[in-house]
């Protein structure tokens, strides 16, 4: 069987609650017009907040298992919104219950893909966004970020989004549904992309996001992309790619 885990090691999001049962609720909360943000995790800035990242975990994680890694850089007027995925089978480990944005089938670039799920997972990303903007966060000023499958759905949902965000952190993942690109695309041709990739990546190899920092330059600007690698690095986060991560933002979404 293979697991693909979903935290970040190192010095981002570590392990992560995998099998709360709070999980399940988070798609019939209180909150029925926004369902993922009725348990999301919020890590507040200490100054009025002007700006906020809406930070996606891996499968199998959950919205704390990045809390203490985005603490790490946070910034004052910056919120981080960290959502828990609700609990759907997962094709790729036998059927198992987890937490997952969506289905996986495969963690090839011609694997086949859940497209209605990753859609439906979009949409609800969408939502949060929608409601930061009627809360007084304009769409320019929200970046989405997350790591493998969570860095996915982040890249599709802005690339599709009808608003222009203000940028993208994509660790360790991949483009979903690469091929409808760039046609699927909203055209919003100068959103900045930040792309992280550990070297020794076992589960989403290295060359797989060298691919997707390829196929994003088609989509928008090439100059907007920025794919960084990290020697020694494995299916996780280190300091020095949290450290690029605080810097994009900061550049980003500037303290106004």
Known sequence: MVVVGGGGGGGGGGGGGGGEPHLLQCMCGNN?????LAEAVTVSGGKKETAAVIFLHGLGDSGHGWTDALTTIQL????FICPHAPQIPVTLNMKMMMPAWFDLMGLSPDSPEDESGIKKAADNIKAIIEHEAKNGIPPHRIMLGGFSQGGALSLYTALTCQHQLAGVVALSCWLPLHRSFPSASNG????????????MDGMIPVQFGAMTAEKLK???????????????L?????PQEMATVKEFIAKYLPEI
């Open 32 to 36: 029925m017009s926004v369902p993922l």
């Open 76 to 79: 004052p007027h910056v919120k």
């Open 188 to 199: 919003h041709k100068n959103i900045p992309i930040l792309q992280c990739h550990g070297e």
């Open 218 to 232: 088609s989509i928008v600007n090439p100059q907007m992309i920025t794919f960084k690698t990290y020697p020694g």
């Open 234 to 238: 494995v299916h996780a986060s280190c």
